[in-house]
Nanobody
Framework: QAQLVESGGGLVQTGGSLRVSCAASGRTFSGDTKAWFRQSPGKEREFVAAITWGGISYYADSVKGRFTLTTDNAKNTMFLRMINLKPEDTAVYYC????????????????WGQGTQVTVSS
């Protein structure tokens, strides 16, 4: 059974950095579009970043220049490196994978992790 498991969340001060990871198992995700979404309390889950199987990455305007999505296909793992974190980045971060060449809408992603909490203190 295909599974995504996030790790690496935690508490960080404003301006700090953090890296969250997503380990995949049960199938090869190298040909998928992989993405990160986040959900803050009282808000809908929103797109953060995605990367195609060809290595083209896209970011939400709110994180562009601060977040970097990378993958290690040999280890079936992806990462989200976050720098210059702000209190508004506080959220549960979810990784997701879509069995298609490009995806950005949540409904296009078939595989989801359980989420990892990132809290940025002011």
């Amino acid at each position: 059974q295909a599974q995504l498991v996030e790790s690496g969340g935690g508490l960080v001060q404003t301006g700090g950095s953090l890296r969250v990871s997503c380990a995949a198992s049960g199938r090869t995700f190298s040909g998928d579009t992989k993405a990160w979404f986040r959900q803050s309390p009282g808000k809908e889950r929103e797109f953060v970043a995605a990367i195609t199987w060809g290595g083209i990455s896209y970011y939400a305007d709110s994180v562009k220049g601060r977040f970097t999505l990378t993958t290690d296909n040999a280890k079936n793992t992806m990462f989200l490196r976050m720098i210059n974190l702000k209190p508004e980045d506080t959220a549960v971060y979810y990784c997701a994978a879509a069995d298609r060449s490009w995806a950005r809408e949540q409904t296009q992603f078939q595989y989801w992790g359980q989420g990892t909490q990132v809290t940025v203190s002011s």
